[in-house]
């Protein structure tokens, strides 16, 4: 094994995986956009609104992201309206179908760790602002989902995560992000350990700055609801340690 060379290939990397983080980076935007609205749906106790969600939800969570990939690219090839509307210009580059599949796919994982985080809200809360004449969308915006998110947090970056390894998939539609610009030099130096230790290393870099972020993140939001508990324990004139123990047993 040439160790020298996981040096050198490593620049020759970097331009796939600047790829690679503009397509997660894509995909997590867009599928945290779609999973708000069927998050709250689903936590809902509609059946008419929770049932199709469940299905997207079932769907997607239920089969291989690579199947989807494959389906969306190859798939709608095979439909006639598709190649002959306007479609058919975002259809046919592997860009546009690995960032439609990678965002569904996201979509339907954190819909349902975002369901999680509604349903365990606590109760006395929600019922708070009922009694302070919040409406549905108020009280929604400004204490259902702050509150799930913080609480749906650790599950969510590990999604993310997991979502920047499933990235590797888009080479198997030609895309040349960091598992494909690996899989070209590996067939130009034929030295498949090497390139591949290489791009490893950049994926633990990528994976390693984004864990130190969502850290950061939590770390945040824990301290500003410190700072938020001891500035009302102040105005009741209650000594931080005791109202802190109250708020742990009120919860």
């Not at 002959?84 to 580059?93: G, I």
């Not at 999680?116 to 989902?145: C, D, F, H, N, W």
């Not at 034929?190 to 390139?195: A, G, T």
């Amino acid at each position: 094994m040439e160790w020298h060379l996981i040096f050198d290939v490593l620049p020759l990397l970097l331009d796939g995986a600047l790829l690679t983080i503009q397509l997660t980076a894509a995909s997590v935007l867009l599928g945290l956009i779609i999973a708000l609205p069927l998050s709250l749906m689903r936590a809902s106790g509609s059946t008419g609104l929770s049932r199709p969600v469940l299905l997207y939800t079932f769907a997607f969570r239920g089969t291989p992201l690579l199947v989807q990939i494959f389906l969306i690219y190859y798939g709608a090839s095979q439909i006639e309206w598709i190649r002959t509307s306007f479609v058919w210009s975002v259809l046919r580059e592997p860009w546009w179908c690995a960032l439609i599949a990678f965002s569904l796919n996201h979509a339907a994982y954190t819909t349902e760790i975002l369901r999680g985080g509604i349903r365990a809200v606590p109760r006395g809360e929600i019922e708070a602002a009922k009694a302070l004449g919040m409406s549905y969308a108020l009280r929604t915006r400004r204490i259902v989902l702050p509150v799930a998110f913080r609480l749906s947090l650790p599950a969510y970056a590990n999604e993310v995560v997991l979502m920047l390894k499933a990235s590797s998939l888009a080479s198997t539609i030609t895309m040349m992000e960091l598992t494909g610009t690996a899989r070209k030099i590996v067939a130009q130096t034929f030295s498949p350990y090497e390139v591949f230790i290489s791009a490893a290393l950049i994926y633990l870099g990528i994976t390693f700055v984004v864990v130190h972020l969502f850290g950061r993140l939590e770390r945040g939001i824990t301290s500003h609801q410190g700072r938020a508990r001891a500035e009302n324990d102040n105005r009741k004139n209650i000594p931080p340690s005791e109202g802190y123990a109250i708020g742990k047993v009120s919860r």
